[in-house]
T-cell receptor, first 111, second 111 residues
Framework: DQQVKQNSPSLSVQEGRISILNCDYT??????FLWYKKYPAEGPTFLIS?????DKNEDGRFTVFLNKSAKHLSLHIVPSQPGDSAVYFC??????????FGKGTRLSVIA | DAGVIQSPRHEVTEMGQEVTLRCKPI?????LFWYRQTMMRGLELLIY????????DSGMPEDRFSAKMPNASFSTLKIQPSEPRDSAVYFC?????????FGQGTRLTVV
């Protein structure tokens, strides 16, 4: 039973346009959410996070939105760049328990 | 800090052989996690330690898998005997609070 779901295995976006990656979760006890980015042959690296008491967090071209009532979060990248091509993992956590990850979405930004 | 260090980066072994994966967490971090990445399951948690003590090993697939953390700066994940279905990328991660930092992973191939 997956607690964190990324239903789109892949996404292709034109350079300069917006990339929107989606994530759904089932456990209402999660109190923070993170996005990780992973390049081939490397470990996942932290990108951006949001606390459950907020509905938006922005860092440069990256914005994460949280809709608690829908148990849904999304990552917006604008404008998208070819270097953003990677696998993006959504993760959720509470307290000191380990992060629970989704299966990832492979983003391809086409020049 | 050099980050989380894993060794080896790649391991190819024959079915039935013992495999040992190694991890050095970031100094000062008190939690260590072993994750496995596959196409089917994404990033799944195998086991995690807090202050060198195993807290939850419910993600360990079978008795063939074992993990130890003899001190705060070293952990091993052992598979004995290995099987072809164990082929995956194994990640070690460490954290203090919240965000987890990942190593570059060990790509295991069991033939």
């Amino acid at each position: 039973d997956q607690q964190v779901k990324q239903n789109s295995p892949s996404l292709s976006v034109q350079e300069g346009r917006i990339s929107i990656l989606n994530c759904d979760y089932t456990n209402s006890m999660f109190d923070y959410f993170l996005w990780y980015k992973k390049y081939p042959a490397e470990g996942p690296t932290f990108l951006i996070s949001i606390s459950s008491i907020k509905d938006k967090n922005e860092d440069g071209r990256f914005t994460v939105f949280l809709n608690k009532s829908a148990k849904h979060l999304s990552l917006h990248i604008v404008p998208s760049q070819p270097g953003d091509s990677a696998v993006y993992f959504c993760a959720a956590g509470s307290g000191n328990t380990p992060l629970v990850f989704g299966k990832g979405t492979r983003l391809s930004v086409i020049a | 800090d050099a980050g989380v260090i894993q060794s080896p980066r790649h391991e190819v072994t024959e079915m039935g052989q013992e495999v040992t994966l190694r991890c050095k967490p970031i100094s000062g971090h008190n939690s260590l996690f072993w994750y496995r990445q596959t196409m089917m399951r994404g990033l799944e948690l195998l086991i995690y330690f807090n202050n060198n003590v195993p807290i939850d090993d419910s993600g360990m697939p079978e008795d063939r898998f074992s993990a130890k953390m003899p001190n705060a700066s070293f952990s091993t994940l052992k598979i004995q005997p290995s099987e072809p279905r164990d082929s995956a990328v194994y990640f070690c991660a460490s954290s203090l609070v919240g965000e987890a930092f990942f190593g570059q992973g060990t790509r295991l191939t069991v033939v």
